[in-house]
């Protein structure tokens, strides 16, 4: 027997990524700032 190499296509490894990275958006919160002035400005 042979062994059998995946080769995985461009296009659907970046999807799979996008897709992944828009299911933990759901799953991560939304982060929270505190704004502050510009030190020249007030």
């Known amino acids: 027997m042979t062994k059998r190499s995946w080769n995985i296509d461009s296009l659907v ?11 933990l958006s759901y799953v991560i919160p939304h982060g929270e ?7 020249g400005e007030s």
């Open 13 to 23: 490894l970046i999807f799979s990524f996008i897709v992944v990275a828009q299911l």
């Open 33 to 39: 700032f505190e704004r502050q002035p510009y030190p």
